[in-house]
Antibody, heavy 120, light 110 residues
Framework: EVQLVESGGDLVQPGGSLRLSCAAS????????MNWVRQAPGKGLEWVSAISGGGASTSYADSVKGRFALSRDKSKDMLYLQMNSLRVEDTAVYYC?????????????WGQGTLVTVSS | QSALTQPASVSGSPGQSITISCTGT?????????VSWYQQHPGKAPKLMIY???NRPSGVSNRFSGSKSDNTASLTISGLQAEDEADYYC??????????FGGGTKLTVL
């Protein structure tokens, strides 16, 4: 059974840093690209970042480019999102998601989400 | 990376059909057949309903169908049921290694 479990969400002050983790199981992790999608309280979905199966290629939304860094550890089947220079508008539930195929062609498995709150 | 345009809300009675539109540009919806649709119930993670414009993942009811014409994609739900009441989001690849979502549509089953 495919499972994605996020962790690391917390309350952090503006300008602070946080690292989110996503533990994957039930599938060959290195064979799939992975993504992060976030949802601010009461708002819609926003794509954040993607990483290729091998980890060599990453992409980011303009809203996080230069502040967030996505990486993966294939030995541990783990996905990491390093978030720096956090802003109030980064407050959201962050989901890791696996595409059904390719990188962006529909996410068929999602984690339960982890809440990041940026506030002073 | 402007969000795709969806109606804020739609409604229908049980048994009826409804259609939710998702309008983008030639750089996203119109340029690629990589449109997806998600259903999200309150407090839950999104669920993939349609990918690649019109494909249903295994286990998704055939009451859900997707299509695209020019820069607008559509999700149609036929035989509306109470459990279909949820928020629905479209997404599209943008061609610059990014993905964009629609603003979401709240479906109310009357």
């Amino acid at each position: 059974e495919v499972q994605l479990v996020e962790s690391g969400g917390d309350l952090v002050q503006p300008g602070g840093s946080l690292r989110l983790s996503c533990a994957a199981s039930g599938f060959t992790f290195s064979s799939y690209a992975m993504n992060w999608v976030r949802q601010a309280p009461g708002k819609g979905l926003e794509w954040v970042s993607a990483i290729s199966g091998g980890g060599a290629s990453t992409s980011y939304a303009d809203s996080v480019k230069g502040r967030f860094a996505l990486s993966r550890d294939k030995s541990k089947d783990m996905l990491y999102l390093q978030m720096n220079s956090l802003r109030v508008e980064d407050t959201a539930v962050y989901y890791c998601a696996r595409p059904i195929r390719g990188v962006y062609r529909g996410f068929d498995y999602w984690g339960q989400g982890t809440l990041v709150t940026v506030s002073s | 990376q402007s969000a795709l345009t969806q109606p804020a809300s739609v409604s229908g009675s049980p048994g009826q059909s409804i259609t939710i539109s998702c309008t983008g540009t030639s750089s996203d919806v119109g340029g690629y057949n990589y449109v997806s649709w998600y259903q999200q119930h309150p407090g839950k993670a999104p669920k993939l309903m349609i990918y690649d414009v019109s494909n249903r993942p295994s286990g998704v009811s055939n009451r859900f169908s997707g299509s695209k014409s020019d820069n607008t994609a559509s999700l149609t739900i036929s035989g509306l049921q109470a459990e279909d009441e949820a928020d629905y989001y479209c997404s599209s690849y943008t061609g610059s290694n990014t993905l964009v979502f629609g603003g979401g549509t709240k479906l109310t089953v009357l």
